[in-house]
């Protein structure tokens, strides 16, 4: 078996959070061994509700963020412990498009000086030169060449994010973290960053771990999907089967909440969740997610106490995915009641 171009282990994020004077410290549990991987020239989504970790997660692949526990590896090399020139090195290799185009931009550089920013940090001079390098980079992501040095108040969202997808790919990199990178833009111009980006992976090979809260875009987009809720991974697979067969309750919430475009459509049989999402500072034990899943309150004795004192753990996070498609199965034959339907929380 090949080694994989990327490669995620039981990767965790704890931030230490002061409690108040002579009461310590709490420490928020952002990611919370989280493991996957990602093969070259095929595109991983990263989906879950805001809070659930999928940006820290990106921030730690890119080594913006230091790991409390886990292991990064790329190409088969560990590079979580990486500082110093190997950590630079590590960087040419890996690259990120950031969620908003305009704060991700200084407004005192020139998107040209934007773009060549890490050729020069890198210390690569290309042989055609800085200016043509920067002229061919902002040609192939649609943008004027001419315009290499005008500043980011000039140019729309949509061009911003560009100079940003410009700027990420100087280095050639293998892998491209893009953290919601159209969440701030209009539908048409999503669109077209979506089709930009798709080309440049036809081209290249590049690879992508694409992180969104949109749904319809992961699953146009990517090969692979993995559903985060509370700093862990609760469903991960094939785009194609999570999305067209979800086991996980919590993917089956996520998507049965996708508008449809037919107004006629019977919104009774969404999977509606109630209660609040648990502080990551204090989860629930065994499974983080039992609190508002749909199906725990109609368990027996012993399976719910296997919910509260075990944590789940494969493709599938949840120790009764059989449960969860019966629940699947009755919203679409539409034989569940209202009450039914809702969650009821339990601690």
Not at 20 to 40: I, P
Not at 42 to 60: A, D, H, N, P
Not at 220 to 232: S, T
Not at 301 to 329: F, S
Request: glycine residues 8%; neutral net charge; hydrophobic residues 35%.
């Amino acid at each position: 078996m090949s080694t994989p171009l990327l490669s995620v282990q039981d990767l965790t994020k704890h931030f230490a959070v002061s409690k108040g004077f002579l009461r310590g410290t709490s420490h928020v549990k952002a990611v919370d061994g989280v493991s996957f991987t990602l093969e070259k020239g095929s595109t991983l989504g990263l989906v879950g509700e805001s809070g659930c970790g999928k940006s820290t997660t990106g921030r730690l692949l890119m080594r913006l963020l230091q790991p409390t526990s886990g292991r990064i590896l790329l190409d088969g090399a560990d590079v979580s412990t990486l500082r110093g020139g190997d950590l630079q090195d590590f960087r040419r290799r890996v690259q990120m498009v950031f969620q908003n185009p305009a704060s991700s931009l200084n407004p005192r550089q020139s998107v040209g000086a934007a773009i060549a920013a890490p050729l020069q940090a890198q210390g690569i001079v290309p042989k055609e030169g800085m200016k043509n390098r920067v002229a061919s980079l902002m040609d192939r992501v649609g943008l004027r060449p001419e315009h290499y040095n005008r500043f980011p108040h000039e140019f729309s969202g949509g061009q911003k994010q560009r100079v940003g997808i410009a700027r990420a790919l100087a280095l050639e990199p293998d892998v491209v973290i893009c953290d919601e990178p159209v969440s701030a833009l209009d539908v048409s111009v999503q669109a077209q960053v979506i089709n930009l980006l798709q080309d440049i992976q036809s081209d290249t090979g590049i690879s992508y771990v694409f992180i969104a809260h949109d749904l319809s875009v992961v699953k146009h987009f990517a090969d692979e999907v993995a559903v985060m809720y509370l700093g862990k991974i609760m469903e991960q697979g094939p785009s194609a089967e999570v999305f067209g067969t979800p086991r996980h309750p919590y993917t089956q919430s996520l998507l049965s909440s996708v508008p449809s475009p037919d107004p006629t459509a019977d919104r009774s049989r969404r999977i509606r969740l109630t209660g609040d999402l648990p502080h990551p500072s204090n989860p629930p034990s065994g499974c983080v997610f039992r609190t508002r899943c749909p199906i725990f309150a109609g368990l027996d004795d012993e399976q719910r106490a296997m919910c509260t004192d075990l944590i789940p753990t494969g493709a599938v996070a949840c120790h009764h995915p059989g449960d969860a498609a019966n629940l699947v199965a009755r919203l679409g034959s539409g034989a569940q009641t209202p009450e039914e339907r809702t969650v009821h929380a339990d601690s």
